[in-house]
Each structure stands twice: as C-alpha cells, then as structure tokens.
C-alpha cells in the first residue's frame, strides 16, 4: 500500500479531489482485504461523497457497489442482523 499513500500524497498536493478519491476507494480495498472493515467504510464513504459531488457517475456508482461488499462481508452479516433487529443468529449460521 505505501505506493498509494505516496499517489495520495501528490494528489493532495495538486488538489485533484477525483483522483484523490479513487485512491480512497484503492486503499479502501485493501483494508477490506486485510479484515479492516472499519477503515474499508470509512474511504468508501469519503471517496463516494466526492465522486457524487464531482459528477463522476460512474466511479459513484462502483464505490456503491463496493460499499455494498463491505456490509456482506460474513464476519458483518451476524453483527448487522443483531443491531438492525435484535434478533441473534441461530448456531451454525
């Protein structure tokens, strides 16, 4: 990851808000690879505020698609299903 925090880095530098934000969303992958599910959401919701605001559809559109991974990911799915309605999951599921 250290060459994307470095292409952040020059994107900051030269205020390009776009490229910025497809680097969140790249670093935002490989926190969700790693099992930072936190840190993945996080530069998801960062990166989908610009794109939206930028105009860049369809950028906006694959962030959506990638924050809907982050929410299916099994290890949140039992977390989800508890806080959403107070219900636990059965064991074995």
Known sequence: ???LK???DIFEK???P?????VWSELAGCHL???DDGKAMELFRR???VTYECGAVHNHQVILANIGN???QPRLLHSNLVLS???RPRAGD
């Open 14 to 16: 030269a205020n390009a």
């Open 18 to 22: 776009l490229a910025i934000a497809m």
């Open 70 to 72: 982050v929410y299916l």
């Open 85 to 87: 309605t107070g219900a």
């Open 47 to 49: 990166a989908e505020r």
């Open 33 to 35: 690879g790693l099992g």
């Open 1 to 3: 990851m250290p060459w």
């Open 6 to 8: 470095e292409s952040l």
